[in-house]
């Protein structure tokens, strides 16, 4: 079945800068990635995805990028304000699953 | 207007009593997911109904039995809790033909 890596688990940048998650998954035929922001005691939200066939999306101070060669896709976030600091979740769907599987998550922390 | 909502938020008991987690959707969704988030924040599917039909079951002990009695409700029982099963429990959904997932705000399960 699909395994999908998430890294780093944690992360500390300055405000202003940029944040690079990233995320492996093992099985091709995946053809559906989204991220989810779950901030502390909250519910997962949707903030951006990205379907197979497209290799970049972006939306505001987010993008994802996907390369299906490599099997890994990363979420960017550029500018980073305070209100970014939360938990983030990659996910894959297999082609086919009624199911997403997660990454572990990364907790990233937006310092003044 | 909540388009994932879940009862109770918070939910304290003891060990071996038994207890129900429900969710709804106003979305019109299709498919229904349950998860468990455990203190390590990973999210792990446990449940999914599709109009009213179990389409997965993952390796959850069978004290945990879901219930949907129309495509907009899936509750949640849990029988003889023990400590493992704290946890925060969310509901999600997803519509017919879409990918995106939307969640609920979480039930956090306390058993002492």
């Known amino acids: 079945g699909e395994n999908v890596e998430q890294h780093p688990s944690t992360l500390s940048v300055q405000e202003g800068d940029s944040a690079v998650i990233k995320c492996t998954y093992s099985?091709?035929?995946?053809?559906?990635f989204p991220w989810y922001k779950q901030e502390l005691g909250k519910r997962p939200q949707l903030i951006i995805d990205?379907?197979?066939?497209?290799g970049e999306k972006k939306d505001q101070r987010i993008a994802v990028t996907l390369n299906k060669t490599a099997k890994h896709f990363s979420l960017h976030i550029t500018e980073t304000q305070p209100e970014d600091s939360a938990v983030y979740f990659c996910?894959?769907?297999?082609?086919?699953?009624?199911?997403?599987?997660f990454g572990q998550g990364t907790r990233l922390t937006i310092n003044p | 207007d909540t388009a994932v909502s879940q009862t109770p938020k918070y939910l304290v008991t003891q060990m071996g009593n038994d207890k129900s987690i429900k969710c709804e959707q106003n979305?019109?969704?299709?498919?229904m997911y349950w998860y468990k988030q455990d203190s390590k924040k990973f999210l792990k599917i446990m449940f999914s109904?599709?109009?009213?039909?179990?389409?997965i079951n993952e390796t959850v002990p069978n004290r945990f039995s879901p219930k949907s009695p129309d495509k907009a409700h899936l509750n949640l029982h849990i029988n003889s809790l023990e400590l493992g099963d704290s946890a925060v429990y969310f509901c999600?959904?997803?519509?017919?033909?879409?990918?995106?997932?939307?969640f609920g705000p979480g039930t956090r399960l306390t058993v002492t």
């Open positions: 979305l019109g969704h299709d498919t």
């Open positions: 999600a959904s997803r519509g017919y033909a879409f990918y995106e997932q939307y």
């Open positions: 990205i379907r197979s066939n497209v």
């Open positions: 099985d091709s035929a995946s053809n559906y």
């Open positions: 109904y599709n109009n009213k039909e179990l389409i």
């Open positions: 996910a894959a769907r297999p082609q086919g699953a009624q199911k997403l599987v």
